[in-house]
């Protein structure tokens, strides 16, 4: 059973939450706090697996109360709600570079109370399930940091709940895992099984002409590690898809071209795809990429979902194998489900490379699982080597040995 904490100075919203959750056999909602000053006498004194944190109140905010939360408890996860609002959407980057897990959007203009239950059910339980399901138990282990993260675990630090769910904020983060698939999704997301032993085969030499990114919960930090560490001269565009709503996505990229050497963008339609540029995909539009004569150019459409997402990466993957080909660089970051595996089959199935974060440094090792359990990575690597594995295999070089899964 995991135990959560509701947090909001709406009674109203604490009500809807909880009712939201309490259709969930495996979810237990085991107090309510008004304001964050109460939340952290409540954490100490029920010791949830999961606190739900809203990002305005009184007292003490959503902001005041996640900084002093990860200072108390660095693994605990934390969910944000958020509105789908500009300044909901600087709010939450915010939340989320200061160790947020994840986020969900308050229902708007909604036509009843049974709606807004429902669409608080659909966003949040599967990313409950996501971030404590699968690890719950492992309490008091320290977070074991790879190449490029710093976890900044204290004396003082203490870890309560679903201990291993999520790790410690990366230093310095530009943003906490957040955006995950759009509402509607209702089916608690896959957990893979562990890999079996890899098998290790010799270095990849093909040429690579572009990169290709997927990724969803974690996948704000995740991308801005990866991003930040590429230099501007890069000579091979990335085009990506990073499961956010609508204002979230360029309020991202314009961060991440704030601090990164690259030029990251929100994409639109029809833009022409150039070297050393970061193309994110916009929220609610699929983002593809087709060759018009001798250029490649970006296309956006508002198809159905794809596993309960759009943007989503399969819809990209299988546009970039079709374009491409194997001159494919394919990298898929933590998320929650199984998005891009399908996408990967095809791009595996034309030559291209593809590379998955680690299991020990993903916040949810779901979307990466699946296609190292399905046997289509070549490679699988901690978050701190996958920025040095793509600026050696883009330049012409090698990269990391890679390690065919078996399966």
Known sequence: MISVLVVDDSVVVRRLITDALSDDPGIRVVGTAPNGKVALSKIEQLRPDLVTLDIEMPIMDGLETLRAIRALYARLPVIMFSTLTAAGATATLDALSAGASDYVTKPANVGSVAESIRSVREQIIPRIHALCGGRRGALAAPVRPSIGIGPNIGPNTRTYGAGHAVAPPMAPPLARPGGTPLPGTTRPPVTAPPPAAPVRTAPRTERVEVVTIGCSTGGPDALTTVVRALPANLPVPVVVVQHMPPVFTKMFADRLDRTAALTVVEAAGDMVVRPGTVYIAPGDYHLEVHRRGTEVVTKLNTGPPENFCRP???????SVAKTYGGATLAII???????????????????????????????????????????????????????????????????????????
């Open 312 to 318: 989503a990466v399969d819809v990209l993957f299988r």
């Open 333 to 407: 970051l933590t998320g929650m489900g199984q998005d891009g595996k399908r996408g990967a089959e095809q791009l595996r199935g034309v030559g291209a490379e593809i590379v998955a974060q680690d299991e020990a440094t993903s916040v949810v090792w779901g979307m990466p699982g699946a296609v190292t359990t399905a046997g289509l990575a070549h490679a699988v690597l901690p978050l701190g080597e996958i920025a040095h594995h793509l600026i050696t295999r883009t330049a012409g070089g090698r990269g990391a040995k890679s390690m065919e899964v078996t399966r």
